[in-house]
T-cell receptor, first 113, second 114 residues
């Protein structure tokens, strides 16, 4: 099956700092999403981004599908950005056959005041 | 628009028992999928239902089963619970059809097996 690797595994930031999280995947994908898992366990959808660049406030994401990686940028980080960030993909072989996300191991982010 | 709703949120079961978890998808969404999250294995796909049919299945034993009703609500069942089944169980919904739809998750059901 498809492999998804995220780096770094842990990230400690001072409030106000910028950071970049990376997601590498081993094969072509139809779907790539970034999620933020809050302390209560809920996965909050940040971006649906199988290719291209998107921005939402202080967060932005870029996926270079041909090179099989995606980046999540956090600018001017706040303590509320703390949590675990996951990248998840749907393998291209799943096309027309539904949703079956494969998750990376996550990046645990701690933003200190 | 209400989000994905999962019940119960927290539960404790004894080894050998069985458990049923419920998920109500976002209105209009026809695809419901289930995931298990544990500290050791991370987030793993269990199965996906679309229009009452199981469309995809992960690598879990037959003790894990699910179903979807005509109103798209879904249930998953775990029989003969083992200690290793302690996990956060997450339900997700999407508009369905083909892949490429944004997937939205519920708050999850925390299961502890003692």
């Amino acid at each position: 099956g498809i492999q998804v690797e995220q780096s770094p595994p842990d990230l400690i930031l001072q409030e106000g700092a910028n950071s970049t999280l990376r997601c590498n995947f081993s094969d072509s994908v139809n779907n790539l999403q970034w999620f933020h898992q809050n302390p209560w366990g809920q996965l909050i959808n940040l971006f649906y981004i199988p290719s291209g660049t998107k921005q939402n406030g202080r967060l932005s994401a870029t996926t270079v599908a041909t090179e099989r990686y995606s980046l999540l940028y956090i600018s001017s980080s706040q303590t509320t950005d703390s949590g675990v960030y996951f990248c998840a993909v749907d393998h291209h072989m799943i096309k027309a056959a539904g949703n079956k996300l494969t998750f990376g191991g996550g990046t645990r982010v701690l933003v200190k005041p | 628009k209400a989000g994905v709703t999962q019940t119960p949120r927290y539960l404790i079961k004894t080894r050998g028992q069985q458990v049923t978890l419920s998920c109500s998808p976002i209105s209009g969404h026809r695809s419901v999928s289930w995931y298990q999250q544990t500290p050791g294995q991370g987030l793993q796909f269990l199965f996906e239902y679309f229009s009452e049919t199981q469309r995809n299945k992960g690598n879990f034993p037959g003790r894990f089963s699910g179903r979807q009703f005509s109103n798209s609500r879904s249930e998953m069942n775990v029989s003969t619970l083992e200690l290793g089944d302690s996990a956060l169980y997450l339900c997700a919904s999407s508009a369905g059809g083909t892949t490429g739809n944004t997937i939205y998750f519920g708050e999850g059901s925390w299961l502890t097996v003692v």
